[in-house]
């Protein structure tokens, strides 16, 4: 257990529709980071949070919208869906700027769009 | 900027044979570099990271994995494959803590008996 929890673990939804993945990141860590898996792209880094705020950007859409809250959890939201947004999305976390920079991965959502 | 390459998307193996699962990075500067695996339906775990400290990393389940800087590689190595250790494996890198990481494309290990 890597203490990374996201919800949901399943998804399915219709192409047009918008989704929302809640990731909680591991007791004290600031950063959150969001990754898409897909068998064509691989894993695709989306998008970093830091203590609330944006700290890089990858992959990631316009359709596509982060944030990072106060009590450190982070949401993905996915709008106007298309088929080829059916992937498996990745939160993972770590400590500040110091460490060994490993990244503690959840065990994902899948999410299917029809 | 960074990138993996892992050569090879399908290693297979006997049970009892060596394990080569191959990494080259490209960084601008010392490289983070890290071997992760993920089994079927749960998300990546951390086998070994090389931080430039020793060149050659230990990990779990019997994995390690060495940093040639001459080569710019970090291939993942088992003397003896289990059963268990068929899954996919990921390299990665990154230039600095606290930054995301870039992935390779992964490598599918399968192990027969």
């Known amino acids: 257990d890597s203490g990374v929890t996201q919800t949901p673990k399943h998804l399915i939804t219709a192409t047009g529709q918008r989704v929302t993945l809640r990731c909680s990141p591991r007791?004290?860590?600031?950063?959150v980071y969001w990754y898409q898996q897909s068998l064509d792209q691989g894993l695709q880094f989306l998008i970093q949070y830091y203590n609330g705020e944006e700290r890089a950007k990858g992959n990631i859409l316009e359709r596509f919208s982060a944030q990072q809250f106060p009590d450190l959890h982070s949401e993905l939201n996915l709008s106007s869906l298309e088929l080829g947004d059916s992937a498996l999305y990745f939160c993972a976390s770590s400590g500040g700027g110091a460490g060994t920079g490993e990244l503690f991965f959840g065990e994902g959502s899948r999410l299917t769009v029809l | 900027a960074q990138s993996v390459t892992q050569l090879g998307s399908h290693v297979s193996v006997s049970e009892g044979a060596l394990v080569l699962l191959r990494c080259n990075y490209s960084s601008s500067v010392p490289p983070y570099l890290f071997w992760y695996v993920q089994y079927p339906n749960q998300g990546l775990q951390l086998l070994l990271k090389y931080t430039s400290a020793a060149t050659l990393v230990k990990g779990i389940n019997g994995f390690e994995a060495e940093f040639k800087k001459s080569e710019t590689s970090f291939h993942l190595t088992k003397p003896s494959a289990h059963m268990s250790d068929a899954a996919e494996y990921f390299c990665?890198?990154?230039?600095?803590?606290?930054?995301?990481?870039?992935f390779g494309k992964g490598t599918t290990l399968s192990v027969s008996s």
């Open positions: 007791s004290g860590d600031l950063s």
């Open positions: 990665a890198v990154s230039d600095k803590a606290g930054t995301a990481l870039i």
